[in-house]
């Protein structure tokens, strides 16, 4: 019995793909959805070191970040509540690597699936250090679906 469904989104495709089949099974099962976005990019080793002399211009591009995470997140809401109103939705905005954080709130929140899409947006992080969704697998509490 699924009972609460998380999410990952990234505003790639993939995780589009990932919040619409999240959405049909949460509606399937009379569940709620939270929707989860990690911004890695919050992190002060996003800054660049020329602008991280100058606090001002670290303080402006800090919020600029903030903005463009928030807007990625605001947007799969509203789709979510456009698509499926009947749907409860949450969301939760979070900084640090993506992958632990999508297992450590799917561990804290008791979620019973997590749907992430196969493919998002850092392809180079990927390309180093292993895809997200794959890392998902390895440590996730419960069933994960990937989404292509």
């Known amino acids: 019995m699924i009972r609460n469904v998380l999410v990952g989104v990234d505003g790639s ?26 911004s890695e990019s919050l992190e002060m080793s996003a800054v660049p070191q020329e ?13 600029d ?12 809401v509203e789709h979510a ?4 109103p009947d ?15 999508i297992v450590d709130t799917a561990k804290d ?10 493919r998002g947006l850092s392809k180079m992080r990927e390309r180093l250090l292993g895809s997200v969704s794959e890392r998902v697998l390895h ?5 994960i679906v990937v989404v292509k």
């Open 81 to 84: 509540k456009t698509v499926k």
């Open 87 to 101: 749907v409860q939705v949450t969301a939760i905005l979070k900084e640090g690597d993506p992958a632990t954080q």
């Open 13 to 38: 495709g993939d995780s589009d793909r990932a919040l619409d089949f999240a959405l049909d099974l949460a509606e399937k099962f009379s569940a709620p959805v939270t929707i989860l976005h990690v």
């Open 65 to 76: 970040l903030r903005a463009i995470e928030n807007e990625v997140l605001t947007k799969s």
């Open 51 to 63: 602008s991280a002399a100058y606090p001002s211009n670290t303080a402006v591009i800090a919020k």
């Open 109 to 118: 929140g008791g979620f019973d699936i997590i749907v992430v899409g196969n």
């Open 139 to 143: 440590y996730a509490p419960c069933p």
